[in-house]
């Protein structure tokens, strides 16, 4: 049922000691009186009311009535280190007592913004020359796609500014950022995308490839049709091209061998800049610091965020090479001022959890710890590979996905995508497992700091849930 103005205030009144909250006043009332929630089909929202999570530890989250539940996918694919990680609680305030909130406008700075942009461009995968800070993913992404464009004005080439993303990739949701993404879902009826993006093949060489295709094949073919694409559009007027070294909103899907061996060469031979999209890989989610480690990218800039911070805070960044630096400065003098920031860029807070965040990543050998458990996690995805309902079972490093199929022979997909998907899901969640579906594919992407038992935990709970939503099907 929507809510009516008037039956607005009854439910959002203070619950005293004495009066057990009434269905009225149900933090779950209020919070479909109020609240819109992102990536929800909000219909059913309204009908069935949210999932009520007060409070985090370690891997754990509990909902309103103290019910556990492992969070399997780190939250959004963030909180890397855990829930109620008390060195990330102190840093924030300690840097909320000294210096809550400060800018980096007009020449202005501060210690912990300018130590983090070391931190970072100490650790970044290829040479880096200087870092640009936000807020989220979609900002750091906008702000590459921005600078590819100011970038090609500064080097007196106005026509070069079409920007290449995947289908299936997820880049953000702003839009600029979600006219990148390459997901039907984000773009139906927001008028997106926007005219100079386009979408370059999807990378699941199970989904797409032909009958017979080698992954080599395959990603030649992904890698002709790539430059086919750049040719019918000039590169003249092709500014860069972003991928996510793993997909991982559109359901993880694992570039087939070779892939960016064939890619890269292609963006440098027309002069098109390569943007690795760093939002989930990055911070050892693949079992190596950053994903370009893993498949030998050498972007010319790297959006992160999300793992930066744990997810405690907000915070994102985009680390750019010497040549767009160069760009930026040579541009900013001409024309008086880099006019591009957010009042949040380098939030101090931020930016001291962050710091933090750094520290705990290298003393708990965080990236030790996935390459330890990376087996784990995918012989237990693979575990599942058998299952009726799963088309395909792939993963790598912290990072897992089973794509459920309606007839695995034929790999011919449910009649309404994202239903089943959810069905199994739901039945995960009954059991105490937090996963998510994107689409048809339920995927995993456990606390880096989970153990052995933990992902033990989440196979045995995807199994039971996937005869479940067999059973429900049958
Ligand atoms: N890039 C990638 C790879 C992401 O997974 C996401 C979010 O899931 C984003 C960008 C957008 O980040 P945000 O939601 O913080 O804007």
Redesign the pocket.
Known sequence: RSAQPSDRSPRRGPVFEDQTPSPANSDSARDRAGVIHPMTDLQRHDREGPLLITRGDGVMVYDEDGKAYIEGVSG??SVSLGFAQKRLADAAYRQLMELPSYHLFRHKSHPKAIELAERLLGIAPVPMSKVFFAN??????DTAIKLAWYYNNARGRPEKKKIIGRIG??????VA?GSLTGLARNHADFDLPLPRFLHADCPSHWRYGLPGESEADYAARLAANLEALILREGPETIAAFFA?PV???GGVIVPPRGYFDLIQPLLKKYDILFVA?????GFGRLGAMFGCQVYGLEPDMI?I??GLSSGYV?I?AVMMNAKIWDACYAQSGKLGVFGHGFTYSGHPVAAAVALEALDLYEEFDIVGNVQRLAPVLQAGVQSLAGHPLVGEARGIGFLGGWELVSDKATKAPFPSPGMVGLMAERHCQARGVILRALGDTLTTAPPLVATADDIARIIAVVGEALDATHADLQ
């Open positions: 959004l694919w989220s993913g979609s900002e750091a992404n990739g997820y880049h953000g949701i702003t950022s996510e997909i991982g909103s999209d760093e939002v989930i890989c959006a965020a999300k907000p994102s």
